[in-house]
């Protein structure tokens, strides 16, 4: 009997504390899930009225719409943590004061107006362009990137009576001259591209439509991509269409491109090949640069 008592209590003990051990991690699980909901989290919020259409960035600096901190159990999904989150964007509806942000209060200007325009920079208007496949870069152009646009340069009238004379030069073996078409000139630099083709980029949201109408078909991808929309200042603008029989040639640019003055070629100089030497300047400058040697690098 003794032996069955043993057995018994020992049953109860193990019972007993696998019971206590149970309830400690509920406890301790309620006491957590109680914490998480009633830890504070810092957000945005409408300090006052802020009209629909409103600048996210003005609102921010007026703190119209500034940080505060509220219960985790009282917060809406997607609640913004972030000013950058809604940087750039305008309010998409009304706000009386006091409302938590969330990603949905606040929109780009082009879904909430369906305005192209809006993609547009101040101060600038949008104007399209048309060139070849090889003058375009073939293709990889991209809204966003930056390009430089060429144009054909003026020459003086040739001997012939020719409107322009092309740049020439004597072939050094042979003592007969050769020539190069006309010359092209850097008539603008850095020049932001909105759109190829009929795609700018950044498509603006379906239109609604009624409870069982059918969906309106999907436009179909561009694939003109000789067509280059670019925005340039309003006074700039007469200047780029007159160009329109000039040949326009473009290059696409690095993101860090700035704009240097780049003279117009009236005369054919050397080439760099002809004299050895790469056309990247940080390569010829190691070239010929003696090992040691300081400031052949910056000439």
């Known amino acids: 009997m003794s032996s069955r008592r043993t057995l018994i209590l020992i049953g109860a003990i193990v019972i007993g504390g696998l019971a206590a051990f149970l309830t400690m991690n509920y406890v301790k699980g309620v006491e957590s899930a109680s914490a998480d909901k009633n830890q504070m989290v810092t957000v945005l919020v409408a300090a006052g009225p802020v009209a629909k259409g409103s600048s996210a960035d003005e609102a921010l600096a007026t703190q119209s719409i500034r940080t505060a ?3 985790r159990s009282e917060l809406p999904a997607s609640a ?4 950058e989150d809604i940087s750039g964007q305008v309010a ?8 938590v942000i969330t990603s949905m209060m606040f929109l780009p200007v082009q879904e909430l107006t369906g305005s192209k325009g809006s993609s547009i920079d101040a101060g600038n208007v949008a104007i399209t362009i048309m060139v070849e496949p090889d003058a375009g870069v073939a293709g990889l152009i991209q809204p966003g990137d ?4 060429m144009a054909l340069g003026p020459v003086a ?25 006309q010359p092209y000139v850097y008539a603008f630099q850095d020049v932001k591209v909105l759109g190829v083709g009929k795609n700018l980029g950044t498509p603006v949201a379906a239109p609604a439509t009624a409870p069982g109408a059918e969906p309106a078909p999907a436009a179909a991808p561009a694939t003109d991509t000789n067509l280059i929309t670019v925005q340039i200042p309003a006074d700039q603008a007469p200047l780029l269409i007159s160009l329109r029989g000039a040949g326009l040639y473009l290059t696409l640019n690095r993101p860090d491109y700035e704009a240097a003055p780049i003279p117009f070629i009236s005369s054919l100089p050397s ?7 790469s056309p990247y300047p940080a390569a ?4 010929v640069a003696p090992v040691g040697s300081s400031g052949a690098a910056g000439q």
């Open 69 to 71: 901190e509220r219960r």
């Open 80 to 83: 913004v943590v972030r000013p």
């Open 92 to 99: 998409a509806v009304d706000f009386g004061g006091g409302e």
């Open 146 to 149: 930056s390009i430089n646009i």
């Open 157 to 181: 009238p040739g001997t012939d009576g020719s409107p322009t004379a092309p740049l020439s030069k004597v072939s050094a073996d042979a003592g007969t001259p050769w020539s190069l078409g």
């Open 271 to 277: 080439f760099t090949g002809e004299e050895g030497r």
């Open 284 to 287: 010829s400058a190691e070239a």
